[in-house]
């Protein structure tokens, strides 16, 4: 492995225990990403939506523990943006209630509620209008898909101005 890469990694586990340090209980990091030259991007999510003051405390924080005499670095910290996919399991407990897109590795794509999401997987409600057996119109049909964590390939919220 190559000394940058190395460099890189070790960066971004001290990254990541320094903004674990400062979460709140009901804040949780979603992303660190580390560049070659050394630009850190944070990503943090809360279960009440995440503020600038949020976002000020952690950046203060991380910044307090580096040394800028022995690194030059820029830190960026954010929470996801709402048009991005999650990164974490713990972002549709966030969304529960929400509309969301899932493509799942077999194939299948679903628009639907999410219902409920646990520890291993999700359950969305699927709303179609299919024809029922001796209804000449389609009715509007409410199906519950279970999905497990492992068969996500990508989720979104679907965003909506109604």
Not at 40 to 59: F, L, P, R
Not at 77 to 104: A, M
Not at 133 to 145: F, N, Y
Request: aromatic content about 4%; some cysteine; hydrophobic content about 40%.
């Amino acid at each position: 492995m190559s000394p940058i890469l190395l460099l890189i990694m070790i960066t971004r586990e001290k990254i990541e225990e320094l903004v674990n340090g400062k979460l709140s209980e009901n804040q949780f990091l979603v992303d660190v990403q580390v560049t070659p030259s050394k630009v850190i991007h944070v990503e943090i999510e809360s279960m009440d939506g995440v503020t600038i003051d949020d976002c000020v405390a952690i950046s203060r924080h991380v910044e307090s523990h580096l040394d800028r005499e022995e690194e030059d670095f820029e830190l960026q910290v954010s929470s996801p943006g709402i048009d991005q996919y999650f990164k974490v399991n713990r972002q549709y407990l966030r969304h529960v209630g929400r509309e969301l897109d899932v493509v799942t590795a077999a194939g299948p794509e679903y628009r639907g509620k999410l219902a409920e999401a646990g520890d291993t997987g999700i359950v969305l409600e699927v709303t179609s209008r299919e024809k029922k057996e001796g209804e000449h119109k389609k009715q509007l049909v409410i199906r519950r898909v279970s999905l497990a964590f492992e068969d996500i390939k990508r989720a979104k919220v679907v965003i909506s101005f109604k």
